[in-house]
Structure formats: structure tokens, C-alpha cells
């Protein structure tokens, strides 16, 4: 899917685990991890502005669009190849 997910870079940026934000928005744990590894199919946007509020971010913060990201997990390894080069 060509929709990477970068909320474990705003979590990190944030300084707050990922439980603590999924307590503030209203959601499970589980579903935000699934969210957050880029397993999910769809967000809403209610989902989306919560985290938007909490996080102090942007929707591009945390959603890109990367013409190459496959579904099957190719996309966060090459997340992780690029922030490696950013770093």
C-alpha cells in the first residue's frame, strides 16, 4: 500500500507511548499498534484529528504517500532505510 504510516516517528518525536496516546483518543492499544505497524486498511478521520490533537501534528505528519511502498512490509523497511540516511 502506498500510504506509510509514521506514527512511531511522532511518538518518538513526542516522547509518549504509544498505550498513553491510544488511552487520550479513545481507541485500544491493539488498534493503534495495528495502525502504527501500517497494518490497517482505513482511519477515520475522528481517529485521524484525535491523534492530530494529542500528537500536536499535522495529517502529513503522520501519513505519506510513497509511490514504492508494498504491503507486505517492504514499506517500513524502507522507512527504516531512510531514516537511516536522514540521521
Not at 39 to 47: D, H, M, V
Not at 57 to 86: I, K, S, V
Amino acid at each position: 500500500m502506498p500510504i506509510v504510516v509514521n506514527l512511531d516517528v511522532m511518538l518518538a518525536k513526542r516522547k509518549v507511548q504509544l498505550n498513553t496516546v491510544a488511552e487520550r483518543i479513545g481507541i485500544t492499544p491493539q488498534n493503534l499498534s495495528v495502525l502504527n505497524a501500517g497494518r490497517a486498511r482505513a482511519i477515520r478521520f475522528s481517529t485521524l484529528e484525535k491523534l492530530c490533537e494529542v500528537l500536536e501534528c499535522q495529517p502529513g505528519d503522520l501519513l505519506a504517500f510513497e509511490r514504492d511502498a508494498l504491503a507486505d512490509g517492504e514499506g517500513a523497511l524502507a522507512r527504516a532505510r531512510n531514516r537511516t540516511h536522514e540521521a
